[in-house]
């Protein structure tokens, strides 16, 4: 039985942060009625709270996540000054706007008439309550997908056995990339892979669990993994979205690139590690096994090989074939293992490079 289909992630975090904008918001309200001496029940300050929250966080978050991403996008790529001060800019007219129409929609009897009810205290606390969630998402972001929601509530802080996906996926023939374009390059080369074959990942509900040199790591839980073979859909749909890119990577590198991918699923342990820092991880058989058959494209030449054991629990999207590969013996491992091949129709690889 497949899991219930969830909303996208974006969209789920422009409502989580919309609902906590809302909730900051009614809060900041209540403490402004509270110290003007208002009656509770006939004050609008929670709802004009609750309102200028929901404006705020919904505007800007709706920018971040899903309006504005390409151009959300640049602007994390350029120098760090210029960044602050565009993001500071936007958010202080989105705030002055929210502030504006919440006073226009809910206002006091003593504001009925002046043209700028704005007060200072309002656009502080909203830019102070808006750096204060912009800097949790931040972090969120950089521990990656609901490790800093894991830490907080401890859900990993005991080792626990868990039935995950894996998909392993790197840059093909990136020694010699290095040495053609120098370190520098190189480096802006996989900034750039591991970005554009994020988004396809996400999409599919991918988790990126980790970047290791030109190797992206994303895991699934199994059944979220295997619910309309979303695993090998985002497989696919990052080898398409880099397809789709050939000619920028051909302009700014002189090279386009391609990539190899191993997908596998079974039991792993997941759990907190570290002490100076702390990340959580996945150890097991399975882990190692998704890796070599990641490695063992080049040994076959094919660009996605999968375990049966991932293949026969999950029907394969539409023009997705499987080829079996005869038992083979990976490195590190005594025992063999039954593989495919998994390539895309030749119809829809012609209709892709038109």
């Given amino acids: 039985m497949h899991p219930p289909r969830r909303l996208p992630q974006p969209i789920r975090n422009v409502l989580w942060f919309t609902l906590i904008g809302a909730v900051v918001g009614a809060a900041y309200g209540h403490m402004i009625a509270v110290s003007d001496g208002a009656p509770l029940l006939c004050s609008a300050g929670v709802p004009r709270g609750a309102f200028t929250g929901v404006v705020i966080t919904g505007i800007l978050f709706s920018l971040e996540q899903l309006l504005a991403q390409p151009a959300m996008a640049k602007l994390r790529r350029i120098p760090f000054s210029i ?125 990126i669990h980790r970047y290791v040199g030109d190797e992206l790591i994303a895991t699934w839980k199994l059944a979220d993994g295997l619910a309309d073979a979303r695993c090998v859909r985002a497989c696919f749909d990052a080898l398409d979205r880099l397809a789709a890119l050939t000619l920028e990577y051909q302009h700014a590198f002189g090279t386009p690139v391609y990539c190899r991918a191993g997908l596998h699923c079974g039991p792993v342990v997941a759990g907190e590690m570290g002490s100076v820092k702390r990340e959580i991880v996945f150890l097991g058989d399975t882990v190692n096994t998704a890796a070599r058959i990641q490695e063992f494209c080049g040994r076959t030449g094919d660009r996605v090989l999968a375990s049966a054991t991932l293949v026969d629990l999950l029907e394969l999207p539409a023009g997705i074939t499987k080829r079996p590969l005869a038992d083979l013996r990976l490195r590190g491992k005594e025992s063999q293992i039954v593989l495919y091949a998994l390539e895309k129709e030749a119809g829809d690889q012609k209709a892709l490079a038109a």
Avoid: C, M
């Fill in 83 to 207: 960044h602050l001060a565009v993001k500071t800019a936007i958010y202080l007219v989105v705030i002055l706007f929210a502030l504006a129409l919440g006073a226009w929609v809910f206002p006091t009897p003593a504001e009925i008439g002046v043209w700028w009810p704005i007060q200072r205290q309002d656009v502080l606390f909203s830019f102070a309550a808006v750096l204060v969630v912009r800097f949790i998402d931040d972090v969120n972001h950089l521990l990656g997908q609901n490790v800093l929601l894991n830490f907080i509530t401890g859900h990993y802080h005991r080792p626990r056995l868990e039935q995950r996906a894996f998909l392993f996926i790197d840059i093909e023939g990136s020694t010699a990339l290095a040495e053609r374009l120098g370190e520098l390059a190189f480096h802006r080369l996989v900034n750039r892979f591991v970005v554009d074959i994020t988004d396809p990942i996400v999409a599919a509900y991918g988790e």
